[in-house]
């Protein structure tokens, strides 16, 4: 499915209108040969947006961001390469060509599974508005959720008891193994029984809207955990995903307003009161993958937190992971609650209006927020001010916008009356192994990427932490977060990396460099991935202040770096066999 063809290629795109595509988005007037709009990319109050029909191309003469369908989707609507693809094939009516690669079981695997996940949130619907719901009902009722909004987000109920799917879906053993799959059912010593019981389901959609998990809350007092989500798959990844992306990019982008908060309730009750403009993660402090997807959708997202100490300590938590993609041209602010309150509760006790007031009105930008964080945690008196220059200077090296680094530098020198060190190669003196934008573009991590390149099934065994870490050039960032999408959403093992993303960045320097690399072998692609490894870990110590989880890193690093030895050994072997 991921390996389209050029002629393929071809085919979607002169089916496909791009003026109607970006009018749904963009009001578009005519101007000449071209069709003008505000920019869907960034601010302004004039047009300088600009599509051609002709051309089938748009371009900003503001932001200068342009392309054609492929990239509209993907930088207006997040879609990886081959999602991007597939949708305007699907609009065309043209029938996607199924690979002949080596893995084609993967994506028929991934079609049925997110099927199943849809039946299954079907059948959660039924049960909710059947005589066994009645619990949920009247707990929805309480909450003063209105059955529109029940109904739109198609919330569910699992029943109690352990067979309900096997009743529902009867005991083929395929069908029951699909079910398992795809994480409604567990499979224990007495044969399969359901993982959600006696649980309001809250169906949790990808960027396109298919269900690809759910989030089940308790409705009895047991003792267990209030929420319970389904396990991960290569298709729920509880760390990319937002609840209510799909159902309310739109209203976002409409309204130019975006609330992060902390529940699915809460992202429900506000929609109730005309607010359906929030996010949230799914039960897990937010990441950096949320925080791109978020200010990909909105520039000054909004993130919402308890007024109360837990709060103040995840709004940080949010801010220092939000250092590494904050750009000059991002306005993030953060809006503490009333102790004890949360969006569902104050937005039912004051209205939509007013909730929105409170958003545009007592929210903080970030730079605040940090500079009043900084001073909490420092303490008063002159040692106060010396701790607080000192924590100052260590969240500083991990930005990589290099303006805005020195802007807040700047404010954190004037708060503090401290001069900070004028490190602006950021890391440097942290750590020489961890380069950062400004130096020339990392050796290591470049041949990593031709590797890549070169067999990109090799995305698939790459270790979870180094799909966490950005590569510090940016357009090297750039095509790495793009081969991990399209791997991500595709799931297919073998396809032309390069020539999907040469489609997708025609004018890219480095692929056009790295078409005759020689070939990175195995191992030295293992030793590659070691070398970044061993830099994040050097890295991550330095923040770590925890004792025990220092002491457990040092003791990765010293076995990390013990096979990085050994590798290297049989490296310099096997050159020397070559000759
Ligand atoms: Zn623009």
């Given at each position: 499915?991921?390996?389209?063809?050029?002629?393929?290629?071809?085919?979607?795109?002169?089916?496909?209108?791009?003026?109607?595509?970006?009018?749904?988005?963009?009001?578009?007037?005519?101007?000449?040969?071209?069709?003008?709009?505000?920019?869907?990319?960034?601010?302004?109050?004039?047009?300088?947006?600009?599509?051609?029909?002709?051309?089938?191309?748009?371009?900003?003469?503001?932001?200068?961001?342009?392309?054609?369908?492929?990239?509209?989707?993907?930088?207006?609507?997040?879609?990886?390469?081959p999602e991007a693809v597939e949708y305007l094939a699907e609009k065309a009516g043209l029938e996607?060509?199924?690979?002949?690669?080596?893995?084609?079981?993967?994506?028929?695997?991934?079609?049925?599974?997110?099927?199943?996940?849809?039946?299954?949130?079907?059948?959660?619907?039924?049960?909710?508005?059947?005589?066994?719901?009645?619990?949920?009902?009247?707990?929805?009722?309480?909450?003063?959720?209105?059955?529109?909004?029940?109904?739109?987000?198609?919330?569910?109920?699992?029943?109690?008891?352990?067979?309900?799917?096997?009743?529902?879906?009867?005991?083929?053993?395929?069908?029951?193994?699909?079910?398992?799959?795809?994480?409604?059912?567990?499979?224990?010593?007495?044969?399969y029984i359901d993982r959600f019981r006696n649980r309001l389901m809250f169906p949790i959609r990808d960027r396109r809207g298919k269900v690809?998990?759910?989030?089940?809350?308790?409705?009895?007092?047991?003792?267990?955990?209030?929420?319970?989500?389904?396990?991960?798959?290569?298709?729920?990844?509880?760390?990319?995903?937002?609840?209510?992306?799909?159902?309310?990019?739109?209203?976002?982008?409409?309204?130019?307003?975006?609330?992060?908060?902390?529940?699915?309730?809460?992202?429900?009750?506000?929609?109730?009161?005309?607010?359906?403009?929030?996010?949230?993660?799914?039960?897990?402090?937010?990441?950096?993958?949320?925080?791109?997807?978020?200010?990909?959708?909105?520039?000054?997202?909004?993130?919402?937190?308890?007024?109360?100490?837990?709060?103040?300590?995840?709004?940080?938590?949010?801010?220092?992971?939000?250092?590494?993609?904050?750009?000059?041209?991002?306005?993030?602010?953060?809006?503490?609650?009333?102790?004890?309150?949360?969006?569902?509760?104050?937005?039912?006790?004051?209205?939509?209006?007013?909730?929105?007031?409170?958003?545009?009105?007592?929210?903080?930008?970030?730079?605040?927020?940090?500079?009043?964080?900084?001073?909490?945690?420092?303490?008063?008196?002159?040692?106060?001010?010396?701790?607080?220059?000192?924590?100052?200077?260590?969240?500083?090296?991990?930005?990589?916008?290099?303006?805005?680094?020195?802007?807040?530098?700047?404010?954190?020198?004037?708060?503090?009356?401290?001069?900070?060190?004028?490190?602006?190669?950021?890391?440097?003196?942290?750590?020489?192994?961890?380069?950062?934008?400004?130096?020339?573009?990392?050796?290591?991590?470049?041949?990593?990427?031709?590797?890549?390149?070169?067999?990109?099934?090799?995305?698939?065994?790459?270790?979870?932490?180094?799909?966490?870490?950005?590569?510090?050039?940016?357009?090297?960032?750039?095509?790495?977060?793009?081969?991990?999408?399209?791997?991500?959403?595709?799931?297919?093992?073998?396809?032309?990396?390069?020539?999907?993303?040469?489609?997708?960045?025609?004018?890219?320097?480095?692929?056009?460099?790295?078409?005759?690399?020689?070939?990175?072998?195995?191992?030295?692609?293992?030793?590659?991935?070691?070398?970044?490894?061993?830099?994040?870990?050097?890295?991550?110590?330095?923040?770590?202040?925890?004792?025990?989880?220092?002491?457990?890193?040092?003791?990765?690093?010293?076995?990390?770096?013990?096979?990085?030895?050994?590798?290297?050994?049989?490296?310099?072997?096997?050159?020397?066999?070559?000759?």
């Amino acid at each position: 499915m991921s390996n389209f063809t050029p002629s393929f290629l071809d085919q979607v795109l002169a089916r496909t209108d791009l003026v109607e595509l970006i009018a749904r988005h963009v009001e578009l007037k005519k101007s000449g040969s071209n069709m003008m709009g505000l920019c869907p990319f960034h601010h302004e109050k004039s047009p300088s947006f600009s599509v051609s029909a002709d051309k089938q191309l748009y371009y900003c003469f503001g932001c200068g961001k342009g392309g054609g369908a492929f990239q509209f989707l993907m930088e207006h609507d997040g879609y990886s390469f081959p999602e991007a693809v597939e949708y305007l094939a699907e609009k065309a009516g043209l029938e996607i060509p199924q690979e002949s690669a080596s893995k084609p079981d993967d994506n028929k695997r991934r079609e049925r599974a997110l099927q199943w996940l849809s039946k299954v949130s079907e059948v959660y619907v039924r049960q909710l508005f059947a005589e066994s719901g009645e619990m949920a009902r009247t707990y929805l009722k309480r909450r003063k959720l209105p059955e529109s909004i029940v109904r739109k987000y198609m919330l569910g109920y699992a029943p109690a008891g352990y067979g309900f799917m096997q009743r529902c879906f009867g005991e083929d053993v395929r069908v029951l193994a699909g079910l398992e799959a795809v994480g409604v059912t567990v499979k224990g010593d007495r044969g399969y029984i359901d993982r959600f019981r006696n649980r309001l389901m809250f169906p949790i959609r990808d960027r396109r809207g298919k269900v690809v998990g759910f989030g089940g809350r308790i409705l009895a007092d047991e003792q267990t955990a209030k929420y319970l989500n389904s396990p991960e798959t290569d298709y729920f990844h509880k760390s990319d995903l937002l609840y209510g992306l799909s159902e309310h990019r739109d209203e976002i982008r409409k309204r130019k307003m975006l609330l992060v908060v902390e529940g699915y309730m809460d992202v429900l009750a506000l929609a109730a009161h005309d607010l359906p403009i929030a996010l949230a993660p799914l039960g897990t402090a937010i990441g950096e993958n949320q925080l791109r997807e978020i200010f990909r959708l909105h520039d000054q997202p909004v993130f919402c937190f308890d007024g109360d100490r837990a709060g103040r300590q995840a709004a940080w938590r949010a801010l220092e992971r939000m250092l590494p993609i904050l750009k000059s041209e991002f306005a993030p602010r953060f809006l503490y609650l009333p102790e004890g309150e949360d969006p569902d509760s104050l937005v039912d006790k004051e209205g939509g209006d007013a909730f929105s007031h409170r958003i545009l009105n007592d929210a903080q930008p970030v730079l605040q927020t940090w500079l009043t964080g900084l001073r909490n945690l420092a303490g008063k008196g002159a040692d106060g001010r010396a701790r607080m220059a000192k924590k100052a200077e260590a969240m500083l090296v991990s930005m990589t916008d290099d303006y805005l680094r020195q802007a807040w530098r700047q404010e954190a020198e004037k708060a503090t009356r401290i001069t900070l060190t004028h490190n602006e190669t950021g890391g440097r003196r942290y750590d020489r192994t961890v380069s950062v934008k400004k130096r020339p573009v990392n050796i290591v991590q470049e041949s990593f990427m031709v590797g890549l390149m070169q067999k990109p099934e090799r995305l698939y065994d790459l270790p979870d932490d180094l799909k966490r870490i950005n590569l510090d050039e940016e357009g090297l960032d750039r095509l790495y977060r793009r081969a991990l999408d399209s791997i991500r959403s595709c799931g297919a093992s073998e396809f032309n990396l390069i020539q999907q993303l040469k489609y997708e960045f025609p004018d890219d320097i480095y692929l056009a460099k790295w078409m005759n690399q020689a070939a990175v072998s195995d191992d030295e692609f293992a030793s590659l991935i070691m070398d970044m490894q061993v830099a994040i870990l050097k890295r991550d110590l330095t923040f770590e202040k925890d004792l025990s989880r220092n002491l457990k890193m040092q003791a990765a690093l010293a076995e990390l770096q013990k096979r990085q030895k050994v590798l290297r050994v049989k490296l310099e072997d096997s050159r020397w066999g070559d000759e």
